[in-house]
């Protein structure tokens, strides 16, 4: 198995609303990242998750809560969005911290009312 | 200053074509050069990476990297219009985890 799987993939939600974009992979990688995409932009990094502990936290706003429960399962918890945070949410993976070598998932793609 | 920089385009041409893909980077403390494609809606994904100066290829791709200029190239040998796609240059420091990306180049092969 050589992919990274994301769910769901397209969410709509209010701004009020609390949801979670889920993401697995199962070639044995230990660093996982979130990933945000707008469109025409490349990607920008949110998270990144190594040997199951948050390495990387690009200031992102407390809206956006990460979850690593074990080394093959990265989730992203999401409450009181803004429009603005309309956007392809992109999941990756690598063998381990290093990222010249990532995975990325197809993405969720997020609307926020 | 971007740390990388990469012409947006949109590129445009004729199938069979060889086509040239190129950035620019400012810190020559990078060491890890990687080119993805993303199709439209989907994720991107790793088409090669390379590892400080050097060529390398892998079938109608070759990928190029000159320190000393601090250029990377892409080339794609008899284009197809499959490879219609985004091409996003990135590259990263040692060890690193964040990917610094360029900010993408539109190519459409035309039939």
Redesign the interface.
């Known amino acids: 198995d050589t992919e990274v799987t994301q769910t769901p993939k397209h969410l709509v939600m209010g701004m009020t609303n609390k949801k979670s974009l889920k993401c697995e992979q199962h070639m044995g990688h230990r660093a996982m990242y979130w990933y945000k995409q707008k469109a025409k932009k490349p990607p920008e990094l949110m998270f990144v998750y190594s040997y199951e502990k948050l390495s990387i936290n690009e200031s992102v706003p407390s809206r956006f809560s990460p979850e690593c429960p074990n080394s093959s399962l990265l989730n992203l918890h999401l409450h009181a969005l803004q429009p603005e945070d309309s956007a392809l949410y992109l999941c990756a993976s690598s063998q381990d911290g290093r990222a010249n070598e990532q995975f990325f998932g197809p993405g969720t793609r997020l609307t926020v009312l | 200053q971007k740390e990388v920089e990469q012409d947006?385009g949109p590129l445009s041409v004729p199938e069979g074509a060889i086509v040239s893909l190129n950035c620019t980077y400012s810190n020559s403390a990078f060491q890890?050069f990687?080119w993805?494609r993303q199709y439209s809606?989907?994720?991107?994904?790793?088409l090669m990476?390379t590892?400080s100066s050097g060529n390398k290829e892998d079938g109608r791709f070759t990928a190029q990297v000159d320190k000393s200029s601090k250029y990377i190239s892409l080339f794609i040998r008899d284009s197809q219009p499959s490879d219609s796609a985004t091409y996003?240059c990135a590259t990263?420091y040692?060890?690193?985890?964040?990917?610094i990306?360029?900010?993408?180049t539109r190519l459409s092969i035309r039939p």
């Open positions: 947006p890890y990687m993805y809606r989907k994720g991107p994904e790793l990476y590892y996003l990263l040692s060890s690193a985890s964040k990917i990306f360029g900010s993408g």
